[in-house]
């Protein structure tokens, strides 16, 4: 564990998130007149005075706080004393202090490597994830609700005793990928790439049948293996719909509901996203999956604001008339009416070179 400068420098910096003595009061003292020699003497003894409170305030933080900001960060150098007070039966952080610790972990993270299992690089800005599907996905309101309530919901239970399993259905271009990479970069800080993250694609993981028997051993292992380095784990089945019976059924152990454990064990939670879907399968019909959360079509003012997005993610200036002549580019059905566009919002991105100015 750290040494004495060490843990001094760490409870310095726990200081600065204290409130500042002004919130406090000053015991009802009258404040002298400003610009007065006295209003600056007293200012000073006022700084010094909020000083000695923040470095008595952090000096007097729980043993509790302690053990568990530095369990948090440095689990390979957590000792037995140091868990055990961390995990005291009958003590619990309440809900804005575990919000305080996993803000403090989550920065001391970005500077080092903390752990070697990826779990303190966990986020779950749930801030973050409410604004990014309420200002980048366009036309799914319903999905837009569904996906925030369930994510919070399973997150925040404080023992689940089921993965949380949600089945994304639509169209092609529609989102289903752009929301399940949203839900990895507000609940990791590495997003795709965090060590708690894996996305499977049925045809380029497991193109062959004849190797169905295989692949299930290789699926359930990568399973249980990233559950076992983290605490919470994302598993994204791209194109679920072409997934081989077999693989299904190697994946209902890991979405049925599990027998409470050890109270004071860590609660794991895992959270698996099917995009495209799929049929009948056992896994729908002994009712393992969530919620079937629906991707609706996308109507020519959703492409507009698809094309104004893409123009701002490069960077680029735009014109109304520019967003409405690449909407147009889209394929609309039915063929009369053109109500929809057949293909979303996708390769939106790639048509903008047909509108830029050349040179």
Same mark, same amino acid.
């Given at each position: 564990m750290l040494g004495g400068t060490e843990r001094l420098l760490w409870l310095l910096l726990l200081s600065l998130l204290l409130p500042s003595p002004s919130a406090w009061g000053h015991g009802g003292q009258a404040r002298p007149r400003e610009g007065t020699e006295e209003a600056g003497s007293a200012g000073a003894w006022l700084a010094f005075q909020g000083l000695r409170e923040r470095l008595r305030a952090a000096g007097a933080l729980s043993r509790h706080y302690w053990a568990r900001f530095s369990c948090r960060v440095w689990p390979q150098d957590c000792g037995e004393d140091e868990e055990a007070s961390a995990r005291s039966p009958g003590w619990s952080l309440t809900l804005l202090g575990q919000q305080y610790l996993d803000i403090l972990s989550t920065w001391s993270c970005s500077f080092w490597d903390c752990c070697d299992r990826g779990d303190c690089r966990i986020i779950n800005n749930f801030t973050g994830l409410e604004a990014d599907l309420r200002v980048r996905l366009h036309g799914q309101h319903l999905a837009r609700e569904l996906v925030l309530t369930a994510v919070r919901g399973c997150l925040e239970m404080p023992r689940p005793d089921k993965a949380l399993a949600l089945s994304f259905h639509g169209w092609s271009g529609t989102g289903k990928n752009f929301v399940a990479r949203m839900l990895a970069e507000n609940l990791y800080q590495d997003g795709l790439r965090s060590n708690c993250v894996k996305m499977f694609i049925s045809t380029l993981h497991f193109p062959h049948l004849k190797n169905?028997?295989?692949?299930?051993?290789?699926?359930?292992?990568?399973?249980?293996?990233?559950?076992?380095?983290?605490?919470?784990?994302?598993?994204?089945?791209?194109?679920?719909?072409?997934?081989?019976?077999?693989?299904? @059924?190697?994946?209902?152990?890991?979405?049925?509901?599990?027998a409470p454990s050890n109270h004071r064990a860590e609660s794991k939670r895992t959270i698996f996203l099917f995009l495209s879907g799929f049929g009948h399968?056992?896994?729908?019909? @002994?009712?393992?999956?969530?919620? $079937?959360?629906?991707?609706?079509?996308? @109507? $020519?003012?959703?492409?507009?604001?698809?094309?104004?997005?893409?123009?701002?993610?490069?960077?680029?200036?735009?014109?109304e008339e520019a967003l409405d002549e690449i909407a147009r580019m889209m394929v609309y059905i039915p063929k009369e009416e053109q109500l929809f566009s057949s293909q979303g919002c996708k390769s939106i991105s790639q048509r903008i070179s047909y509108v830029l100015p050349e040179g």
């Open positions: 169905v028997d295989l692949y299930e051993e290789e699926l359930t292992d990568q399973i249980r293996k990233m559950q076992e380095r983290c605490r919470q784990t994302l598993f994204i089945l791209d194109e679920a719909e072409k997934l081989h019976p077999g693989l299904l @059924e190697a994946l209902r152990p890991h979405l049925e509901r599990q399968s056992r896994l729908v019909k @002994e009712k393992l999956i969530d919620l $079937f959360i629906p991707f609706l079509p996308l @109507e $020519f003012r959703h492409v507009r604001l698809c094309a104004r997005d893409a123009f701002l993610s490069q960077d680029l200036l735009y014109t």
